[in-house]
């Protein structure tokens, strides 16, 4: 922060004394500046420094540390597809981009032993190489550390894994499909009209509303019992625990489904050591 204002590293005082159009500038400078020139690395975000947080939040899930309450935790099946579409320097999707994360990787923790790109590209088969990196980019970035906190904690208390598979036709047509946040309407049961209900635009509320009742039903049930199946009516697909046995998984889409071990291809790939954004 302060060298994208002209400063030296360290001194507080003249960054503490800049007003505040300059701070928000030099904050964006840094947002969209950092990624972009080292690939992978979150210029804002905790930072694992032994005291405030004194170890990373995945090796403690990993290690069965975690707190022995119930998790209901998934992610989005495109989630890095709006990041593309944003031309967002935040997700490395090209693939130079990514070779110079892994190289970064593997020179900040010679320890971790990096999948080869082959053992990745044998968990996309049919994927073309152009495409793969938004595939990549999605599972390092929100997929397997998903599947990685799943796997630990499960062992300390019940967890419910979900994927958010369904799109409208709009946002099918725009790339952007079931992209980061898309679930957020549903959840929250907001279906505008005009311009603010654009996504619906070329239909999908009515099959949006079912998905939002019954996502405010598990969600709800959750929140109540520590059960996502207690408020459903029995039309609804009953929703199991993830255990290392099982590693059920709701698939939410127009018509829900359980897929038991939905990620075991992109396990057998990326592997039991925990890789990330920096």
Known sequence: MTAAVGGTCGDIDSFAALDTDKVVAATMKAFTGVPAAHPGTIPFSPVVDGDLVPRHPIDVYRDGESLPIPLLIGTNRDEAALFKFMKSPLMPIAEPAIMQMFTAIATEYPEVSIPTAERVAAAYPGTKAKSMGLDVARDMAFRMPTVW??????????????????????????????????????????????????????????????????????????????DPNSGLDSTASTWPTFTTDRRATLVIDAHDSVVDDLDGSLREAWGDEVLGFR
């Open 149 to 226: 906190a799943a796997e630990g904690h499960a062992g300390v208390a019940p967890v419910h894994l979900y994927r958010f598979d369904w799109s409208t036709r709009l946002l099918r047509v725009m790339g952007i499909r079931a992209s980061h946040a898309t679930e957020v309407p549903y959840l929250f049961g907001y279906f505008p009209s005009g311009k603010a209900g654009f996504q619906f635009w070329l239909g999908g509320r009515r099959i949006g509303e079912r998905i939002a009742a019954d996502m405010q039903a598990r969600w709800g049930s959750f929140i109540r019992d520590g």
